[in-house]
């Protein structure tokens, strides 16, 4: 089996590049000081576009509901070219909240041929709105896979308090580990603290990720600081409320996303959609050398067969379609006696 040509998209947190090793072939620098939503996006629609017709992909993977998500979409699609979106489905159903990410998602979701969907409550989204079922992988998320190693390394047992600039990826999740709770308005947070047992207090009156709130990991407080205090103060006052927000099931996968989406691009069953151009196939050789170099890392063929360091020799675990279900974590179980006590045992 043969892999085709792929190119990957980043966009916010590239400093997470540095953290694997991994060096972009293609860097736009399109940061500007006080430019404008239009301004980005004419610049990558005409950036990535240039590095579209250079690198002639197959397959376009973008991340999130960035406006470099937006524009690197249009831009493959304005070049009939597949998109894979990965972290898809996501909603909050309002267009303005969050503004804009809320219409990014959606619009990338409309042009992308394959949807990396991270819970079954974004593929029912995505099912809702007419996508093709056999274009939907119910994949898990990304961030998780990104956080998870990184947060092994750097948890200890001694506490701290921290107060700070802005921080980059790395030392953020340090920060996160070390919480007892956070409180933040970020998407993203509301996926990575839940994997590290934090509590978070969301300060917005809508998400696109209700299944931290369902799954009681996540709160929604709103902007309202009566609201945040008051939910803050109880978890930090509670112990019963805090360990039944930290020890909930995080509802967003379980450090294996990226395997499930190369798997499902190696598939025979996903291939080109119509309208969507294959330049050709090509061995793992002719990927770009950071893909490469990740894909082998992470699934590495024996060292004394160099021959067969190939994308088709990398064994990744079998994805069975859009039925399959992400595997949980072990549940745990938290009781309480007469006395206020609590115990933590597995289910």
């Given at each position: 089996m043969?892999?085709?040509?792929?190119?990957a998209?980043?966009g916010?947190?590239?400093?997470?590049?540095?953290?694997?090793?991994?060096?972009?072939?293609?860097?736009?620098?399109?940061?500007?000081?006080?430019?404008?939503?239009t301004?980005?996006?004419?610049?990558?629609?005409?950036?990535?576009?240039k590095?579209?017709?250079?690198?002639q992909?197959?397959?376009?993977?973008?991340?999130g509901d960035?406006t470099?998500t937006l524009?690197?979409?249009?831009a493959?699609?304005?070049r009939?070219?597949?998109?894979?979106?990965?972290e898809a489905?996501?909603?909050?159903?309002?267009?303005?909240?969050p503004w804009?990410?809320e219409?990014?998602r959606r619009?990338?979701?409309a042009?992308?041929a394959?949807?990396?969907?991270p819970?079954?409550?974004?593929r029912?989204?995505l099912?809702?709105?007419g996508a093709s079922?056999?274009r939907?992988?119910?994949?898990?998320?990304s961030?998780i896979?990104?956080?998870?190693?990184?947060?092994?390394r750097?948890?200890?047992d001694?506490?701290?308090?921290?107060?700070?600039?802005t921080?980059?990826?790395?030392?953020f999740?340090?920060?996160?580990?070390?919480?007892y709770?956070?409180?933040?308005?970020?998407g993203?947070?509301?996926e990575e603290?839940?994997?590290?047992g934090k509590p978070?207090?969301?300060t917005?009156?809508?998400?696109?990720r209700?299944?931290?709130?369902?799954a009681?990991?996540?709160?929604?407080?709103?902007?309202?600081i009566?609201?945040?205090?008051?939910?803050?103060s109880?978890l930090?006052?509670d112990?019963?409320?805090y360990?039944r927000?930290?020890f909930?099931?995080?509802?967003?996968?379980?450090g294996?996303a990226?395997?499930?989406?190369?798997?499902a691009l190696r598939?025979?069953?996903?291939?080109?959609?119509?309208?969507?151009?294959v330049s050709h196939?090509?061995?793992?050789s002719?990927?770009?050398r950071?893909?490469?170099?990740?894909?082998l890392?992470q699934f590495p063929?024996?060292a004394?067969e160099?021959?067969?360091?190939?994308?088709?020799?990398i064994?990744?675990?079998e994805?069975?379609?859009?039925e399959a279900?992400?595997?949980?974590?072990t549940?745990?179980?938290v009781?309480?006696d007469d006395?206020?006590?609590?115990d933590?045992?597995?289910?």
């Open positions: 043969t892999m085709k040509k792929v190119l998209v980043f916010t947190r590239p400093e997470v590049l540095d953290l694997f090793d991994i060096v972009p072939e293609y860097d736009l620098d399109l940061m500007r000081s006080q430019q404008t939503l301004d980005i996006t004419s610049r990558i629609l005409n950036g990535v576009g590095i579209y017709d250079t690198a992909p197959d397959v376009g993977l973008v991340h960035t470099t524009a690197a979409s249009l493959a699609f304005y009939h070219l597949a998109v894979g979106h990965v489905g996501l909603r909050t159903g309002d267009t303005w909240s804009h990410e219409l990014n619009l990338t979701d042009v992308s394959w949807h990396f969907a819970t079954e409550q974004a029912q989204n099912l809702n709105e079922a056999d939907i992988v119910l994949a898990g998320n961030v896979d990104a956080l998870l190693e990184p947060a092994e750097i948890l200890s001694l506490p701290n308090f921290f107060l700070t600039t921080q980059e990826y790395l030392p999740i340090f920060l996160m580990s070390r919480a709770l956070v409180i933040t308005d970020s993203g947070v509301q603290a839940p994997a590290l978070v207090l969301v917005r009156e809508t998400t696109e209700p299944e931290a709130v369902a009681g990991t996540a709160r929604l407080v709103g902007t309202d009566g609201r945040i205090v008051s939910a803050a109880e930090l006052d112990e019963y409320a360990e927000m930290a909930s099931t995080n509802p967003y996968s379980d294996h990226c395997e499930r989406i190369i798997s598939r025979k069953s996903m291939s080109s959609p119509p309208g969507c151009r196939q090509s061995r793992a002719t990927l770009p950071p893909l490469r170099r990740l894909l890392r063929v024996e004394h160099p021959s067969r360091a190939a994308a088709e020799d064994i990744v675990p994805f069975v379609g859009v279900t992400i595997p949980s974590p549940p745990s179980v009781t309480v006395i206020g006590d609590t933590l045992r597995s289910a």
